[in-house]
């Protein structure tokens, strides 16, 4: 079974670089099709997709974030990371990871973020 979970980059404050890390337990972050996302929701808001990292390592980012966000991964460690720059109180929100492997969608639990200013 296909396992999730969001590292916990503890404070940050406006202007930073946000990273958080997505380890992954169960299968592989290169199985063929797989693809590994960040997604984000914000108080109050809706689900917005941030992007994803695909199981050859190919990138698709959402366009409103183009500028300020990086997905890597590590497949020696079976990991896929955000890097958010120039962060502002408005990209508060709790931060999910999610995989979409063999068919099925695993979420992380989620961590929340919050940007002081």
């Known amino acids: 079974q296909v396992q999730l979970q969001e590292s916990d980059p503890g404070p940050v404050s406006a202007s930073q670089t946000l990273s958080l890390t997505c380890t992954v337990s169960?299968?592989?972050?290169?199985?063929?099709?797989?693809?590994w996302n960040w997604i984000r929701q914000a108080p109050g808001k809706g689900l917005e997709w941030m992007g994803r990292?695909?199981?050859?390592?190919?990138?698709d980012y959402s366009p409103s974030l183009k500028s300020r966000i990086s997905i890597s991964r590590d497949t020696s460690k079976n990991q896929f990371s955000l890097q958010l720059s120039s962060v502002t109180p408005e990209d508060t929100a709790v931060y999910y990871c999610?995989?979409?492997?063999?068919?099925?969608?695993?979420w992380g639990q989620g961590t929340l973020i919050t940007v002081s200013s």
């Open positions: 990292i695909r199981y050859n390592g190919i990138n």
């Open positions: 169960g299968g592989s972050i290169t199985t063929t099709y797989s693809t």
């Open positions: 999610r995989g979409v492997t063999g068919g099925a969608w695993v």
